[in-house]
């Protein structure tokens, strides 16, 4: 485990990286005893600087929710960070591209919770009965860790990821909510246009079979640090799409079929 000395001051990085637009170098090239635990530590730290602003936590991201990813990432697991309140931008609407660094956009399912939800011996049966409905959403994901190294091009690792918020940047929600149990989620599909161009297309089941199975994961990990999800948070259940970059400009929208759409432009 990295020094607590060490833990704070890479927090601060990452939280004067977000506020200035500018990334920082991979954590894990200059600590490369870095390890999956000292990434979310680093995070935990990164949202006390937050919470110190005002922030506040809304729910929680999930990633890394496929098996190409998780094997791009040489991990067998999933990540998790939080979702704080000014990540949230409203549907249809025009959000400046000058507050983030290299977005990229996401198609995901968001849980919100109508019970809270505490592991371990959470179930997939006990998400979908505590969940009031299941709502179209798209990720805006970033870097304040940059992507590849400035020099090298040699891609960050999973311990960078998850110190850095595991890339959540920002959430909009839209289209028809639904109960849970009104639609069967594994067969959500949706179609991601950039600029009325379809970029990718993808079916919920990709997460993990069910994206309920994420939300259940989540409550049984976050449970080791006596943690649980609450009655109203929002849970990013992980995308079913690869990450489309964007630029100034572009308009992304997504079609989830019988549970409508949601949709911005970058400017």
């Known amino acids: 485990m990295l020094p607590l000395t060490t833990i704070t001051e890479l927090a601060r990085e990452l939280y004067q990286a977000r506020k200035s637009r500018t990334p920082v170098r991979h954590f894990s090239k200059r600590h490369p005893q870095m390890t999956i635990e000292d990434g979310y530590a680093v995070q935990r730290e990164w949202v006390k600087l937050e ?49 983030f660094i290299a977005p990229r956009v996401e198609v995901e399912l968001a849980f919100i919770l ?25 990720e805006i994901i970033d870097a304040r860790i940059e992507q590849f190294d400035r020099d090298t091009k040699e891609m960050r690792k999973v311990f960078d990821t998850i110190a850095d918020f595991a890339a959540n940047a920002g959430i ?66 992980g995308s079913f799409t690869r990450p489309t970059a964007a630029k100034p400009g572009d308009t992304f929208h997504v079609d989830y079929g019988a549970l409508g759409g949601v949709g911005f432009r970058f400017v």
């Open 51 to 99: 919470l110190a602003d005002g922030r506040t936590v809304k729910g929680r991201k999930i990633g890394l929710t496929s098996r190409a990813m998780q094997m791009a990432s040489q991990i067998t697991e999933p990540d998790f960070a939080p979702l704080m309140d000014d990540m949230f931008f409203e549907q249809g609407s025009d959000i400046a591209f000058t507050r």
């Open 172 to 237: 909009v929600l839209g289209g028809r909510p639904v109960r849970p149990n009104d639609v069967d989620l594994r067969w959500v599909g949706a179609m991601l246009y950039k600029n009325g161009v379809i970029e990718e297309t993808g079916l919920a089941a990709a997460v993990l079979n069910h994206p309920a199975n994420g939300v259940a994961w989540l409550a049984n990990k976050i449970s080791a640090f006596d943690e649980q999800l609450n009655a109203g948070d929002v849970v990013l259940g």
């Open 114 to 138: 109508g019970r809270p939800l505490k592991g371990p011996g959470v179930t997939l049966f006990d998400v979908l009965a505590a969940t009031e409905y299941v709502t179209p959403a798209i």
